[in-house]
């Protein structure tokens, strides 16, 4: 009887135990249908780690956004939350008593700033930002002669390189950093990317009203370019208005017609000046009716700011 009692004892809690397991599966598997994160929920692909206080989670509080110029939310860890920004603290926005945020300073993945947990103080993503103001600028406070670390997130998503805290030491994103991943595979990882957006604008057909056809000389745009964005263009022509057309750049094979992965103003000249089509680029443009045009608009690394285009005066000749 005894021992029907401890089989029975032993099924109870085996069946409690796995209720718990399955209950907190699906709780993640609930959690991650709509994270609110982009930091993987891959175990391996979301930690970082310190000598001192362990595993750091960037994706288990569901709150981390790595973004074009920041990052906010907050991780977990042994030590209590790693704050990324004081706007979006454990606690709510405490911006007005402590202001702080680890920055993506040229929108790269260069990262800068600093982190706060209430137990070690401030965490520092990059040397060069002595006073934890975010700027991407390495300024009067810089350590980096002693002591040089950053945290990067490279063109896969991949954290990178090492934060520092004076009690915790470093703070490793990447088990390649030491060469440890063959012991222990971890990094931290985000969907986002590096990159400047684009958008393409097509214009409608230019009808030269010349039957013999014109030869285009030259592209002038007017708007504004800010810093680090561009403005360029392809150009398809035509003996009838319904094409085909095929939108080509500068022809620099010199065999007759233009390139495909080619632009015009690829140098990102400003607006109001020419972008003059030359000798060969001339030989497939020419002789022809008809014109379109597609623009390409590149915005800056960090996505904050796009070209405008008010007007676009193409220039040809009979």
Known sequence: ???????????????????????????????????????????????????????????????????????????????EEISLDCATSPIGDICSTSDYQVTNPDGSGNLSGCAWNDQISWISFWCGDGDCDGSGVEDASSTCSSSNYRVTIDANGIFQGYAWNDDEGWISFNCANNNGCGISDYKVETSWRAGKLTAILESSIFDAQIAGGVTLNSIIWQGSQPAGTCTKFQIAASNSSSGPWS???PDIACDGQGDTDQFFGATCPGPNSAIEIKSCDREWIKDNRYLRYRVTLESNLAQSMTPRIDDIILNWSQ
């Open 247 to 249: 939108f080509w750049g």
């Open 1 to 79: 009887m005894k021992v029907a009692k401890v089989i029975f004892w032993i099924l109870v809690v085996m069946t409690v135990t796995l209720t718990i397991v399955l209950f907190f599966q699906s709780q993640k598997a609930a959690a991650d249908s709509n994270p609110g994160t982009n930091i993987s929920s891959n175990a391996t692909s979301s930690m970082a780690w310190s000598d001192i206080s362990g595993w750091w989670d960037f994706h288990k509080t569901h709150t981390v956004i790595v973004g074009t110029s920041t990052l906010v939310g907050y991780a977990s860890s042994s030590i």
